[in-house]
């Protein structure tokens, strides 16, 4: 059945033209914030196979209520143009459910995983009579514009020579995200990130012929799951040569870098920096040329100011966004329409998407790397095993990658509930351990995952972009795991909570904090994360008292050790990675705690009765400040980290001012606290005798061996 209207090329171009998403992902927003600014453009339907990520977004673009089906949406709503925002390994089957039904289609890129995908797709394009866009905005940027003005206009010369440098953090890879599809097979991160620099190459040397590729920093995320972090290739194309450097991580330092050389001069354009030098041949005496190329560089100066002042006035609605990132997602849909409207060329087609593929695959099949083996097979299903006595959720986060480890070690069977089985560390692998594919924030996947087990871990937290996201990815499935836990009869619910449910400020000054401290009586002060956990305890202590719920909670310090993160932000505000603004002075002694004796702390839990009720405290013994802490990091890492000190009412000030923008733009999660920004330099001591007696329990005293544990081993890994 055929639901879409048909191609523009057969309608009135004064139509308004229909739109549909699919996959509602962080992408997503910003392919609708860049439709929201074309006239005649109207976007009438989303779907996502996860419908409570598809509720949020609808909800967020005052869109109908979303399909978690495609099929029912395609038939459901009447299309032109629907963009496919979903993961690479889905792009084919979907673009080519849309194509059969007679739809037009944009691409994120790359346009499929294999060139065979996108020779199928076009096919059906070409007999269908409809089209398929891309989504290689990196050519889209404003300075790659003036790049190819400059090329056009021969202010170089004919170009023979291209430098691309792209680096730096890449968010699924430095959180542990392993299960992300571009972690699955070695050459996936090039279909992800390579399509950016070939994109740009052939728009300036044309066609790519030859592949010269290396790959190193070889790393294993999770068990028999490779991944490289460096891929450099020597590339002939049809019109000169270039070389190409990828590097992912925060390891690296962030690079977007495209450098040009030609005959009479060169061009460099740094996209991160958005900043453009141009370098010809000098029309000056030998005598005068130094002072002329110095002169080259007050442009990009003043450039900066200009991009100061468009950023200003964007915030402040003056202006439309200027950012560098969001205009070539904009541009791209820009010309995209203009094109689908008049019935000329599209600026990236699918035989574009096509060739980028392929030069994805050349460098891929060049660089001969082995496959990573097949994922184990994750059942669906829980099925009760004899003796299995633990739930964990969360256990593939920082705290619940030891805990599992711990409870192995100890002979204890575990089950663990995983959203997505790929990219799972190798401790999971255990004959004791049970994976169970499943979503936490799925009532009858809880229930089930309840049954039969004896204890219950739950450390499992998601993070969103307001209240309402929180309330629905944490308070929502803390309350319905407790109320399984009840069901089913639980020993324990141990919940893995945080010292950041106290304030500080409410504490008598000179008492010690420990587990029978109040927590924070105003949680609506206190940002997101810290209100939402001050919110669970809240609720799962008044189930415990009205329904007998076998609670337990910790709330661990600032955790640090193996496989977790050196920029800590209990140490302060890290704006870049070796850029810290410490929480106050930076002279507190904070409270510290390695991550096995957090792991050790919980599991000792089950071996001790009466707990019911009880809330314990986990910190260390050996206590830095945030100065020696970065002092340390120092020394061991051999960066150039810069520190700085951000008195509480500098930076209250410093927020209102932020705070006041955001209201301006009408900002629903503008927030601003006093009391959660004074409670972020731990102004309190912790005493953790009792936790010590009551689980027999001794974390980490010897100085040094805990710099070398938190910070030396951290620094080795990385």
Same mark, same amino acid.
């Given at each position: 059945?055929?639901?879409?209207?048909? +191609?523009?090329?057969?309608?009135?171009?004064?139509?308004?033209?229909?739109?549909?998403?699919?996959?509602?992902?962080?992408?997503?927003?910003?392919?609708?914030?860049?439709?929201?600014?074309?006239?005649?453009?109207?976007?009438?339907?989303?779907?996502?196979?996860?419908?409570?990520?598809?509720?949020?977004?609808?909800?967020?673009?005052?869109?109908?209520?979303?399909?978690?089906?495609?099929?029912?949406?395609?038939?459901?709503?009447?299309?032109?143009?629907?963009?496919?925002?979903?993961?690479?390994?889905?792009?084919?089957?979907?673009?080519?459910?849309?194509?059969?039904?007679?739809?037009?289609?944009?691409?994120?890129?790359?346009?499929?995983?294999?060139?065979?995908?996108?020779?199928?797709?076009?096919?059906?394009?070409?007999?269908?009579? +409809?089209?398929?866009?891309?989504?290689?905005?990196?050519?889209?940027? #404003?300075?790659?514009?003036?790049?190819?003005?400059?090329?056009?206009?021969?202010?170089?010369?004919? #170009?023979?020579?291209?430098?691309?440098?792209?680096?730096?953090?890449?968010?699924?890879?430095?959180?542990?995200?392993?299960?992300?599809?571009?972690?699955?097979?070695?050459?996936?991160?090039?279909?992800?990130?390579? $399509?950016?620099?070939?994109?740009?190459?052939?728009?300036?040397?044309?066609?790519?012929?030859? /592949?010269?590729?290396?790959?190193?920093?070889?790393?294993?995320?999770?068990?028999?799951?490779?991944?490289?972090?460096?891929?450099?290739?020597?590339?002939?194309?049809?019109?000169?040569?270039?070389?190409?450097?990828?590097?992912?991580?925060?390891?690296?330092?962030?690079?977007?870098?495209?450098?040009?050389?030609?005959?009479?001069?060169?061009?460099?354009?740094?996209?991160?920096?958005?900043?453009?030098?141009?370098?010809?041949?000098?029309?000056?005496?030998?005598?005068?040329?130094?002072?002329?190329?110095?002169?080259?560089?007050?442009?990009?100066?003043?450039?900066?100011?200009?991009?100061?002042?468009?950023?200003?006035?964007?915030?402040?609605?003056?202006?439309?966004?200027?950012?560098?990132?969001?205009?070539? /997602?904009?541009?791209?849909?820009?010309?995209?329409?203009?094109?689908?409207? !008049?019935?000329? @060329?599209?600026?990236?087609?699918?035989?574009?998407?096509?060739?980028?593929?392929?030069?994805?695959?050349?460098?891929?099949?060049?660089?001969?790397? #082995?496959?990573?083996?097949?994922?184990?097979?994750? =059942?669906?299903?829980?099925?009760?095993?004899?003796?299995?006595?633990?739930?964990?959720?969360?256990? +593939?986060?920082?705290?619940?990658?030891?805990?599992?480890?711990?409870?192995?070690?100890?002979?204890?069977?575990?089950?663990?509930?995983?959203?997505?089985?790929?990219?799972?560390?190798?401790? %999971?692998?255990?004959?004791?351990?049970?994976?169970?594919?499943?979503?936490?924030?799925?009532?009858?996947?809880?229930?089930?995952?309840?049954?039969?087990?004896?204890?219950?871990?739950?450390?499992?937290?998601?993070?969103?972009?307001?209240?309402?996201?929180?309330?629905?990815?944490?308070?929502?499935?803390?309350?319905?795991?407790?109320?399984?836990?009840?069901?089913?009869?639980?020993?324990?619910?141990?919940?893995?909570? +945080?010292?950041?449910?106290?304030?500080?400020?409410?504490?008598?000054?000179?008492?010690?904090?420990?587990?029978?401290?109040?927590?924070? !009586?105003? $949680?609506?002060?206190?940002?997101?994360?810290?209100?939402?956990?001050?919110?669970?305890?809240?609720?799962?202590?008044?189930?415990?008292?009205?329904?007998? %719920?076998?609670?337990?909670?910790?709330?661990?310090?600032?955790?640090? @050790?193996?496989?977790?993160?050196?920029?800590? !932000?209990?140490?302060?505000?890290?704006?870049?990675?070796?850029?810290?603004?410490?929480?106050?002075?930076?002279?507190?002694?904070?409270?510290?705690?390695?991550?096995?004796?957090?792991?050790?702390?919980?599991?000792?839990?089950?071996?001790?009765? @009466?707990?019911?009720?009880?809330?314990?405290? &986990?910190?260390?013994?050996?206590?830095?400040?945030?100065?020696?802490?970065?002092?340390?990091?120092?020394?061991?890492?051999?960066?150039?980290?810069?520190?700085?000190?951000?008195?509480?009412?500098?930076?209250?000030?410093?927020?209102?001012?932020?705070?006041?923008?955001?209201? &301006?733009?009408?900002?629903?999660?503008?927030?601003? !606290?006093?009391?959660?920004? =004074?409670?972020?330099?731990?102004?309190?001591?912790?005493?953790?005798?009792?936790?010590?007696?009551?689980?027999?329990?001794?974390?980490?005293?010897?100085?040094?061996?805990?710099?070398?544990?938190?910070?030396?081993?951290?620094?080795?890994?990385?």
């Amino acid at each position: 059945m055929n639901t879409f209207q048909g +191609t523009k090329s057969n309608q009135d171009k004064c139509s308004e033209i229909q739109v549909g998403i699919i996959g509602t992902g962080f992408i997503a927003d910003l392919h609708m914030e860049s439709l929201k600014r074309i006239p005649g453009i109207r976007v009438i339907g989303c779907c996502d196979v996860d419908k409570r990520r598809a509720d949020s977004f609808a909800r967020r673009w005052k869109l109908s209520p979303p399909y978690d089906d495609i099929t029912s949406f395609l038939e459901g709503k009447r299309f032109n143009v629907v963009h496919v925002l979903v993961p690479p390994n889905y792009h084919c089957s979907i673009a080519k459910q849309i194509l059969e039904c007679g739809g037009d289609v944009f691409l994120e890129k790359p346009m499929g995983i294999t060139s065979d995908q996108c020779q199928k797709l076009i096919k059906i394009s070409q007999r269908n009579g +409809t089209k398929i866009g891309l989504n290689h905005n990196f050519v889209f940027y #404003p300075l790659f514009k003036r790049l190819q003005k400059d090329l056009s206009s021969h202010r170089i010369g004919k #170009p023979e020579y291209v430098i691309a440098f792209y680096g730096g953090p890449l968010g699924q890879l430095d959180s542990g995200k392993f299960g992300n599809w571009m972690f699955q097979e070695p050459g996936n991160i090039i279909l992800e990130q390579g $399509p950016h620099p070939i994109s740009q190459i052939r728009a300036i040397l044309g066609e790519i012929q030859e /592949i010269t590729p290396t790959a190193t920093g070889k790393r294993e995320l999770g068990k028999d799951q490779f991944f490289y972090d460096r891929w450099q290739a020597i590339m002939k194309c049809k019109e000169g040569n270039a070389f190409v450097h990828l590097s992912f991580g925060n390891q690296f330092s962030p690079q977007r870098t495209l450098y040009v050389y030609g005959q009479d001069g060169a061009i460099l354009v740094d996209f991160l920096n958005n900043r453009y030098l141009l370098q010809e041949k000098s029309i000056f005496p030998d005598y005068l040329e130094p002072t002329a190329n110095a002169m080259r560089y007050l442009i990009p100066a003043f450039e900066g100011v200009k991009d100061f002042l468009d950023y200003a006035f964007s915030k402040v609605k003056l202006k439309d966004r200027t950012d560098p990132y969001f205009l070539t /997602i904009k541009n791209s849909l820009n010309a995209f329409y203009d094109a689908y409207r !008049s019935g000329t @060329g599209l600026p990236c087609s699918g035989e574009d998407g096509l060739k980028v593929v392929e030069a994805c695959e050349k460098w891929i099949e060049a660089a001969a790397l #082995p496959k990573n083996p097949g994922p184990v097979v994750i =059942s669906k299903k829980v099925e009760e095993k004899v003796g299995e006595e633990v739930l964990v959720t969360g256990a +593939t986060g920082f705290i619940g990658r030891h805990l599992v480890k711990n409870l192995v070690a100890r002979g204890r069977r575990v089950r663990v509930l995983v959203r997505n089985p790929r990219g799972l560390r190798a401790e %999971l692998y255990s004959p004791l351990v049970h994976i169970v594919e499943g979503d936490i924030s799925d009532q009858k996947t809880i229930g089930k995952a309840v049954q039969g087990v004896q204890f219950v871990y739950h450390l499992a937290h998601g993070l969103g972009q307001g209240w309402e996201d929180f309330l629905r990815l944490n308070v929502a499935p803390a309350r319905c795991l407790a109320e399984a836990c009840i069901k089913e009869k639980v020993t324990y619910l141990i919940f893995a909570s +945080t010292i950041a449910t106290y304030y500080y400020g409410d504490v008598p000054k000179g008492r010690a904090i420990d587990g029978s401290v109040a927590i924070d !009586s105003k $949680p609506e002060l206190r940002n997101f994360y810290a209100r939402s956990k001050i919110v669970i305890e809240n609720m799962l202590m008044e189930m415990f008292r009205k329904d007998n %719920l076998p609670l337990v909670v910790f709330r661990p310090g600032i955790v640090v @050790g193996e496989g977790g993160t050196l920029y800590h !932000s209990g140490i302060g505000e890290w704006t870049r990675d070796n850029v810290c603004t410490y929480w106050g002075w930076g002279n507190n002694e904070l409270p510290f705690i390695l991550v096995e004796d957090v792991a050790e702390a919980m599991v000792n839990t089950l071996d001790v009765e @009466g707990l019911e009720g009880r809330a314990f405290n &986990l910190t260390g013994d050996v206590r830095l400040t945030s100065r020696e802490y970065i002092d340390y990091l120092r020394r061991y890492s051999g960066r150039n980290i810069k520190a700085f000190a951000y008195p509480v009412i500098l930076r209250y000030l410093s927020d209102a001012l932020k705070m006041s923008i955001k209201l &301006l733009t009408r900002d629903s999660n503008a927030f601003l !606290s006093y009391r959660d920004i =004074s409670n972020r330099s731990i102004g309190g001591h912790f005493n953790c005798e009792s936790e010590k007696k009551v689980l027999s329990w001794q974390p980490c005293q010897d100085r040094d061996e805990f710099i070398s544990k938190a910070i030396r081993r951290g620094v080795s890994e990385k």
